[in-house]
């Protein structure tokens, strides 16, 4: 099968890829770095040549509503309309668990991510979206984030994080599948306290900030409900636990830095 990755040079879009090709699929990679610009339309009717498959993993390099409307509007018009007259059958989105009710509650960034789920959903082209939790890949960003005068001030919510890998092979399961016209939400295995998680992190890392589990912080500008960012019942569940995710990713960095010591 033919499958375009959008974002393919991103912490997701490179697993699904190097996944996709793993098990023989021609895997063409939509990315600027590339050279093909989805929010442009840039190189984007070549790309999607003989394409059967769309998957979207793309971001917004901006958080604030009127960036993240704008790209996530603009690539997934683009996306649709050169996908439809490339003749492609399935459109496959990643996108937020609790998208509909963060827009409503919170708008920003979410509100944009609503909207590409809402134009994708109009278009009548055959689609799937899955809803991911946050990854385990961005706690130490979320910490950053959060962190004012040495002090981690973070939102005292709830979290099911999962590691990259499982959402890559999430989202790869639903561009090999027939598009369902739904949403299919994946989440970890576990729920965590963003403040024990925020501290269990530095700690592994040997980094001695403090970490606040504050009601009045916000989670990356929206102030959020306890609850806000769990998936529902019916999440499916990836294996990935954090510690063994904590565990491979230090194994990793170890072998790497010897080699490049040996270098």
């Not at 004012?148 to 001030?153: M, N, S």
């Amino acid at each position: 099968m033919r499958i375009a990755v959008i974002g393919g040079t991103g912490l997701i879009g490179t697993r699904v890829v190097a996944g996709l090709r793993a098990t023989g699929h021609d895997v063409v990679v939509v990315a600027r770095a590339v050279g093909v610009d989805s929010f442009t339309g840039e190189g984007l009717a070549d790309a999607l040549s003989a394409v059967e498959t769309i998957v979207d993993v793309s971001n917004s390099s901006y958080t604030d509503e009127a960036g993240a409307r704008e790209f996530f509007s603009a690539s997934t018009l683009n996306l649709i309309t050169y996908g439809e007259a490339a003749g492609v059958r399935h459109h496959v989105v990643l996108s937020v668990v609790g998208t509909d009710r963060l827009a409503a509650s919170e708008g920003g960034y979410f509100q944009a991510k609503a909207e590409q789920e809402r134009l994708l959903v109009a278009s009548g082209r055959p689609y799937s979206i899955v809803h991911a939790t946050q990854f385990f890949e961005f706690v130490r960003s979320i910490t950053d984030a959060a962190t004012w005068q040495g002090i981690a001030h973070v939102a005292h919510v709830l979290l099911q994080p999962m590691a990259a890998d499982d959402v890559a092979a999430a989202v790869s399961r639903a561009a090999l599948a027939r598009p369902t016209g739904a949403i299919a939400e994946v989440a970890g295995p576990e729920v965590f306290e963003l403040g024990y998680l925020a501290e269990r992190e530095l700690r592994f890392r040997r980094d001695e900030r403090e970490v606040v589990a504050d009601p009045l912080a916000t989670y990356f500008g929206a102030r959020l409900d306890r609850w806000e960012l769990l998936p529902g019942p019916e999440a499916t569940l990836a294996a990935t636990r954090f510690h063994d995710w904590q565990t491979a990713s230090s194994a990793g960095r170890e072998a790497l830095s010897a080699v490049v010591g040996v270098l």
